[in-house]
């Protein structure tokens, strides 16, 4: 479990400053107020992860309430999509309610069955991000969100320069690159809906069976 965890950081950030590589480097250039809100929307998931990470770590071990949380991300996905085609004056930047919104989004996908990543884009969308937008600050926020998991983990980490560990974080990276890739494709056309209706499937059937 400790490679396991090691593995997952480390790729997460890589496929992320991957893809991203642009939009940080304008962080550090002429995007100083995306700085700010991504500072902000980072507190309430620091509070909420250092308040409720160990009560929401046990819940791993429950299969039902994950399978309710994935309905929930599910509506949630639906509402999103149902928001961002109905928006009609769509915003590129979040304002600060809205950001702090989006931050407690992602302090809440510490629920197993709630996906961060799902949970932060679709409150994006609800608060009057378009697409793109929502997307962009969604994945923006988790790279210090990942950082904090990684720094909060570290004294559990066991270093090990074995070639497999490597070729696996590799590989993952690339994996979540192109993940990253169909995301934005998908978000793009409109087509959230599609990861909705797959959480009803899979939380019904783990609900089910």
Same mark, same amino acid.
Request: net charge positive.
């Given at each position: 479990?400790?490679?396991?965890?090691?593995n997952l950081f480390v790729s997460c950030i890589?496929?992320?400053?991957?893809?991203?590589?642009?939009?940080?480097?304008?962080?550090?250039?002429?995007?100083?107020?995306?700085?700010?809100?991504?500072?902000?929307?980072?507190?309430? +998931?620091?509070?909420?992860?250092?308040?409720?990470?160990?009560?929401?770590?046990?819940?791993?071990?429950?299969?039902? /309430?994950?399978?309710?949380?994935? &309905?929930? +991300?599910?509506?949630?996905?639906?509402?999103?999509?149902?928001?961002?085609?109905?928006?009609?004056? &769509?915003?590129?930047?979040?304002?600060?309610?809205? +950001?702090?919104?989006?931050?407690?989004?992602?302090?809440?996908?510490?629920?197993?069955?709630?996906?961060?990543?799902?949970?932060?884009i679709s409150t994006g969308l609800i608060c009057?991000?378009?697409?793109? /937008?929502?997307?962009?600050? /969604?994945?923006?926020?988790?790279?210090?969100?990942?950082?904090?998991?990684?720094?909060?983990?570290?004294?559990?980490?066991?270093?090990?320069?074995?070639?497999? $560990?490597?070729?696996?974080? $590799?590989?993952?990276?690339?994996?979540?690159?192109? /993940?990253?890739?169909?995301?934005?494709?998908?978000?793009?056309?409109?087509? $959230?809906?599609?990861?909705?209706?797959y959480c009803f499937v899979v939380g019904i059937?783990?609900?089910?069976?």
């Amino acid at each position: 479990m400790v490679i396991d965890y090691w593995n997952l950081f480390v790729s997460c950030i890589f496929a992320l400053l991957a893809f991203f590589h642009k939009e940080i480097i304008a962080l550090f250039s002429r995007e100083k107020r995306l700085v700010f809100l991504l500072i902000l929307a980072s507190i309430p +998931t620091a509070i909420i992860g250092f308040c409720c990470g160990g009560i929401f770590e046990q819940l791993f071990a429950n299969v039902k /309430s994950a399978g309710g949380m994935l &309905l929930i +991300t599910g509506l949630w996905l639906l509402i999103g999509d149902i928001a961002s085609r109905h928006n009609k004056r &769509l915003k590129k930047t979040p304002g600060v309610f809205s +950001t702090l919104l989006i931050g407690f989004a992602q302090g809440i996908s510490l629920i197993p069955g709630i996906s961060r990543s799902g949970a932060t884009i679709s409150t994006g969308l609800i608060c009057g991000l378009n697409r793109e /937008s929502a997307f962009r600050f /969604s994945f923006l926020l988790s790279i210090p969100a990942v950082l904090g998991a990684l720094l909060f983990k570290i004294r559990d980490f066991q270093l090990s320069c074995d070639f497999a $560990l490597i070729v696996g974080m $590799l590989i993952s990276a690339i994996v979540g690159f192109f /993940s990253l890739e169909f995301l934005f494709s998908i978000i793009k056309e409109n087509k $959230l809906y599609i990861f909705a209706i797959y959480c009803f499937v899979v939380g019904i059937g783990v609900l089910v069976l």
